[in-house]
């Protein structure tokens, strides 16, 4: 289903390190790896000023790194990949480029060059988060120590084994069924449907009304089980109080996920806005890898 996917690279070694998720990728249909460098012309002039011969030294720079790239993905992975080198706002120039491709997935990390130890969620990855109407991964890293040279390694060995999805019954939210449905059930252990009740709206109902509410959302849980199960996979579900975004890293934590898939808004969304505020939350501390479905 993921036939065609954008990896933007930064050549760090963050970026390095998504090439690793080729063959899970692969076992979920990609045919085919896009690679983009995207050159911001004011940092690569140092904002002193905009000089084309800076621009084109950063350019053929780029290009040999990127080709690098894509002869060591063809001759290992045995896939087509091609590169584009695009001059302007990193973020702008990676969604549009994915619009142009017809990419099915953008994959990136949380953090490239500009590493932050404080850092939460890189601010690409941030902005293309939420102007993107394509589905975007957005790996998570651990590290061995507490500095940017430290070993880099993903929070799970496989990308989409435990799958953790959070829902609040939107026709928004429920989006991530059809992804479901159309994955391979094969190498995927479990999903586990989740529901937040949450904590600054019920906190004005009574006893009996919340009771009311958790009985009419596990039924509505249980019929998500039931489909699910009906594509092949074993499930199980999850409902609690709490606030959304804390609590579906908690249970991410919990069940030792290796993905959390959502949608980009849910039942509040607003008509301007560009990403859910839950989603948005929940990539800003995202403690498992993150995948979102506009």
């Known amino acids: 289903m993921f036939s065609t996917v954008l990896f933007p690279t930064d050549f760090s070694r963050h970026a390095d390190k998504i090439l690793e998720c080729i063959p ?32 084109e030294k950063a350019e053929r720079e780029a290009r040999k790194s990127i080709d690098d790239v894509v002869t060591h993905v063809m001759s290992l992975h045995g896939i087509m990949a ?116 949450d904590a600054d709206r019920f906190q004005y109902f009574s006893t009996e009304k919340r009771q009311e509410f958790d009985q009419i959302d596990s039924e509505r849980l249980s019929r998500l089980k039931q489909k699910i199960e009906f594509w092949g996979y074993t499930t199980k579900t999850i409902l609690r109080d709490g606030y959304p975004a804390q609590e579906i890293n908690r249970i991410a934590e919990d069940e030792n996920v290796s993905m959390i898939i959502m949608g980009s808004h849910g039942r509040s969304v607003v008509k301007d806005a560009l990403v859910g505020s839950v989603a948005e939350s929940v990539a800003l501390r995202h403690v498992r890898p993150l995948m979102i479905i506009p």
């Open 24 to 55: 899970d990728l692969q076992r979920y249909g990609m045919k085919e790896a896009v690679f983009v460098h995207v050159i911001n012309p004011m940092k690569a002039a140092q904002w002193i000023s905009v000089d084309e011969q800076i621009i």
């Open 82 to 197: 091609r590169q584009r080198i695009e001059i302007g706002v990193i973020y702008q120039e990676i969604v549009r480029v994915a619009y142009e491709e017809q990419a099915s997935l953008i994959i990136m990390g949380s953090h490239g060059h500009g590493f932050v130890r404080t850092a939460l969620l890189g601010s690409v990855a941030q902005n293309v988060l939420r102007t993107t109407g394509i589905p975007l991964i957005i790996e998570k890293f651990t590290y061995q120590a507490s500095d940017e040279s430290a070993s880099l390694e993903f929070v799970s060995d496989t990308m989409f084994s435990r799958i953790l999805f959070p829902t609040d019954f939107s026709e928004n939210s429920l989006a991530v069924l059809k992804v479901l449905r159309e994955m391979n059930s094969v190498g995927i252990e479990t999903i586990y449907v989740a529901h937040i009740q």
